[in-house]
């Protein structure tokens, strides 16, 4: 099945050599050249990830990510010419699970996003039953993180990063060692990004995200018992 993806640039150029790209490729592609018109076609269609650059018309980038988050943990990743940390930071704290710094390579864009989209499938396919610490529930079958009944809208790499410290309970996972899992080897960026992760894991587990404990100069674990 085709997988389908909103690309969003004002740029077109960039737009349209992105998109013959990943057409080649075998996507569905909907372009938008503003953060008004993506966050109308996200409406209207079944997206499965987004190619999102930031400084937009009408509606920037950051509010678009911040917008779709309130909803949705379809993978997000971010395109931009700034490559200054604090952006990037900002960034993963609104959600967004990849951030690309132009110049890119088209093609290393298409394999970054097939490989995030294949994490965040693995994790949704795999087999599993209800977990339950607390008021905190997993369902691992379908993909669904629930505290005190309700649900918690959690972006792809942050469920990924939940699920990698449930496996590994009672065990402190080093930052690089999350970075590796979560993000994957191939992963250049600011190692911050398991903080700011961590950070937002916490805040939308509420009380629950007591579970998550930081090892002081080592790194987090999840404790069954906290």
Not at 59 to 74: E, T
Not at 159 to 181: F, P, T
Not at 202 to 207: T, V
């Amino acid at each position: 099945m085709k997988k389908t993806i909103l690309l969003v640039e004002d740029d077109v150029l960039m737009r349209e050599f992105m998109t013959d790209y990943f057409k080649k490729d075998g996507w569905t592609v909907l372009e938008a050249d503003n953060g008004r018109e993506a966050l109308e076609l996200f409406e209207l269609h079944a997206v499965d990830l987004i190619v999102l650059d930031i400084m937009m018309p009408e509606i920037d980038g950051w509010s678009v990510c911040r917008r779709v988050r309130k909803n949705s943990g379809v993978p997000i990743i971010i395109i931009t010419a700034r490559a200054e940390d604090d952006d990037q930071i900002m960034g993963f704290e609104l959600g967004a699970d990849e951030y690309v710094t132009k110049p890119f390579s088209p093609k290393v864009l298409v394999a970054r996003a097939a490989s995030l989209l294949k994490r965040a499938e693995g994790l949704m396919g795999r087999k599993g039953h209800l977990v339950v610490y607390g008021k905190l529930e997993i369902d691992k079958q379908g993909h669904k993180v629930q505290v005190d009944g309700r649900t918690i809208a959690l972006s792809p790499k942050e469920y990924d990063l939940l699920i990698l410290l449930i496996k590994n309970e009672g065990i402190v996972l080093e930052r690089d060692e999350i970075l590796n899992a979560v993000w994957g080897i191939d992963y250049f960026g600011d190692p911050r990004a398991v903080d700011t992760h961590i950070k937002k894991l916490r805040a939308k587990l509420q009380e629950e995200g007591r579970h998550i404990r930081t090892v002081i100069g080592a790194g987090y674990k999840f404790e069954a018992e906290a």
